[in-house]
Nanobody, 128 residues
Framework: QLQLVESGGGLVQPGGSLRLSCAAS????????IAWFRQAPGKEREGVSC????????YYAEPVKGRFTISRDNAKNTVFLQMNSLKPEDTAVYYC?????????????????????WGQGTQVTVSS
């Protein structure tokens, strides 16, 4: 069964850190880019960061550049999102996703239309 499972969300104060994990199963993670998206209440789902299948290419949305770091451990079938210096505007449900096609390149955005396998999401709340 193809599956992505996110974990690591929670409540954190502004300026704090969280590390999200995305565990993949049912397919060979090595062949696929992975992306993190987020959706805040009343807003559209937006691409936060994505990483190529090898990990050599990454993309970050402007609001998170310099604060978030995406990485992957293909041997452990897991992709991570390290989030530092968190702000209240980072509050959202965070989803990891896999694209439809193997070896989808990572370019200048994480195109949501390319991704068709989604996790259930993990809530991140940044509040004092």
């Amino acid at each position: 069964q193809l599956q992505l499972v996110e974990s690591g969300g929670g409540l954190v104060q502004p300026g704090g850190s969280l590390r999200l994990s995305c565990a993949a199963s049912g397919f060979t993670l090595d062949y696929y880019a992975i992306a993190w998206f987020r959706q805040a209440p009343g807003k559209e789902r937006e691409g936060v960061s994505c990483i190529s299948n090898s990990g050599s290419k990454t993309y970050y949305a402007e609001p998170v550049k310099g604060r978030f770091t995406i990485s992957r451990d293909n041997a452990k079938n897991t992709v991570f999102l390290q989030m530092n210096s968190l702000k209240p505007e980072d509050t959202a449900v965070y989803y990891c996703a896999r694209p439809r096609l193997r070896f989808t390149p990572v370019k200048n955005k994480c195109g949501i239309q390319e991704y068709d396998l989604w996790g259930q999401g993990t809530q991140v709340t940044v509040s004092s």
